[in-house]
């Protein structure tokens, strides 16, 4: 009797990736991944199940990495100031392809009718439910949202900014979130 193959689902997630980076979303499919990754569509699906399944466990891997890299600055504090200043170092650092197909990977699970709960609770650890009382809180709570609308205009969007001007604006924004 022939062993069952195991199947690593971390470098069939990077399969995964890659079809998204090269591809685009639209171009994520079973047999896409099972092409890129050597393995069946039926192998492809039994780990994933959907679609969607395959988006939001390549949402959850970069979220996990993306936490890391934000406790590694934020440290201990819990103050929205030392938050919004991490999370703004986090997303804006040059990591091109990460971030692109981050970006394309979020586009894609919310244009289906998957569940965004991972991506609304990486949310809720950084600013809460939005919520500002104080101008220092209105203030911070702009800078949060500057540093994503910066993230996605230039990810999801594609604006052609160049290194330079995306460090620039990276500064203005370290610099927003001081005031």
Do not use: C
């Not at 103050?79 to 986090?90: F, K, N």
């Not at 244009?111 to 600013?127: C, H, I, K, P």
Request: without cysteine; proline residues 2%.
């Amino acid at each position: 009797m022939t062993r069952p193959r195991t199947v690593d689902r971390e470098r069939l997630l990077d399969s995964v990736e890659q079809v998204v980076s090269t591809l685009g979303p639209s171009g994520l499919t079973f047999g896409s991944v099972a092409t890129t990754s050597g393995l069946s569509k039926a192998t492809v699906q039994s780990v994933f199940s959907s679609r969607e399944g395959m988006i939001e466990a390549l949402l959850e891997r970069w979220l996990q990495q993306e936490r890391g890299a934000f406790i590694q600055r934020a440290g201990d504090s819990l103050t929205l100031r030392d938050r919004v200043r991490a999370h703004i170092q986090t997303m804006l650092e040059p990591a091109e392809d990460a971030n692109s197909r981050m970006a394309a990977s979020l586009a894609a699970l919310a244009s289906t009718n998957s569940r965004m709960d991972g991506v609304m609770q990486w949310y809720a650890d950084r600013m809460g439910d939005f919520s500002a009382t104080t101008d220092e809180e209105k203030h911070l709570r702009m800078a949060f949202l500057a540093a994503e609308g910066a993230f996605f205009v230039r990810y999801l969007a594609r604006a052609p900014i160049s290194a330079e001007q995306w460090e620039d604006i990276a500064q203005d924004l370290r610099n927003f979130a001081e005031e």
